[in-house]
């Protein structure tokens, strides 16, 4: 319901200003300042789900294929460009953690 409900109102603010049916969404959203930000948070409400790490957390996040591709790090930001998690590991080098699960994210013990 909560999805529904988001997308809606996604789909109702994109009609305000009397846009054209034909007139391309990217054109109606550069017209339309606030219209990204009520997509993201309708977006956000659809996909968000409380996260387990919050920032200052100590992870293991996977940096490669191998099955021991893992490296320690520290969660320095949450919800950046829409991965879940934004990490700095210990060498000093940043990724993301693109998705809230053990498979690429995990607690440090």
Not at 11 to 28: C, Y
Not at 66 to 93: M, S
Request: proline share 6%; with cysteine.
């Amino acid at each position: 319901a909560v999805c529904a409900y988001a997308q809606k109102s996604v789909f109702h603010k994109a009609l305000e200003g009397g846009r054209s049916p034909r007139e391309p969404n990217n054109l109606h959203w550069a017209r339309h300042a606030e219209a990204p930000a009520v997509a993201s948070e309708g977006v956000m409400a659809c996909i968000a789900k409380p996260l387990r790490f919050n920032v200052g957390d100590k992870v293991l996040a996977k940096t490669g294929m191998a099955a021991d591709d893992w490296e320690a790090g520290t969660v320095i930001k949450q919800w950046d460009d829409f991965n879940p998690y934004r990490i700095q590991l210990e060498n000093g080098e940043e990724v993301w953690g693109p998705k809230d699960e053990d498979a690429f994210v995990k607690r440090r013990v």
